[in-house]
């Protein structure tokens, strides 16, 4: 087995602080891969990507089995994120960076982020919540790159309204995780 350091960030209580681990498997989703190991219960899994030196806690055991692992391991990745915004989600009606809104189709639910002078924003049930004021901390991104950002800032893919679209999507890209181990 492969012994690496963990690192944690010392404000994400998702990730693992600094000891030694084994890496026992390795799981590829498509171009990504990922470092599986043990945390120190036995039990829980913890997952990094082959660059990262932070592990990250994993709520699902082997006992729950590899696809449901690979579903949750989706669902936590940025990039694997800002894929699926790529090819899910749809504008209906209105343009990017222009005053007004945008309206958007995610899998047949509806998705709104609206453009004002103060900046943008995207609407998570009933409620509009700010993303971006365009100020000099302002997203680096225009067009649909800043529309996928501001999904993800503002918390709008973990709503309850989108949950059920993640996760229907993860566990379907899950089903082709490859894995092996790590001797």
Same mark, same amino acid.
């Given at each position: 087995m ?5 690192? &944690? ?5 998702s990730?693992?602080?600094?000891s ?5 498997a ?13 945390? &120190? ?8 990507? &082959?660059?990262e ?12 089995? %590899?696809?449901?692992?690979?579903? &949750? ?5 940025? !990039?694997?994120? !800002?894929?699926?915004? $790529? ?12 005053? =007004? ?8 639910? !509806?998705?709104?982020?609206r ?5 943008? $924003?995207?609407l998570?049930?009933?409620? %509009? ?13 225009? =067009? ?8 993800v800032?503002? =918390?709008?893919?973990? $709503?309850?309204?989108?949950v059920?679209?993640?996760?229907? %999507?993860? =566990? ?9 181990p790590?001797?």
């Amino acid at each position: 087995m492969m012994q690496e350091t963990r690192v &944690e960030a010392e404000a994400d209580m998702s990730c693992v602080t600094a000891s030694r681990i084994d890496t026992f498997a390795r799981l590829t989703i498509g171009q990504r891969t990922y470092d599986i190991a043990e945390a &120190e219960d036995g039990e829980r899994l913890m997952f990094r990507t &082959e660059c990262e030196e932070k592990w990250m806690r994993l709520e699902h055991t082997r006992d729950d089995g %590899w696809t449901t692992i690979a579903a &949750e391991i989706v669902q936590s990745d940025p !990039d694997v994120m !800002d894929h699926f915004l $790529s090819t899910h989600l749809v504008r209906v009606d209105g343009e990017f960076d222009e005053l =007004g809104d945008v309206s958007f189709d995610l899998l047949g639910r !509806d998705v709104r982020l609206r453009y004002e002078q103060s900046g943008l $924003s995207v609407l998570i049930g009933n409620e %509009w919540r700010q993303a971006d004021t365009f100020s000099g901390e302002a997203m680096p991104l225009n =067009g649909r790159a800043r529309c996928h950002a501001a999904l993800v800032r503002t =918390g709008a893919m973990q $709503s309850e309204e989108l949950v059920p679209a993640m996760r229907e %999507w993860s =566990g379907r890209i899950a089903r082709g995780a490859r894995v092996i181990p790590v001797l």
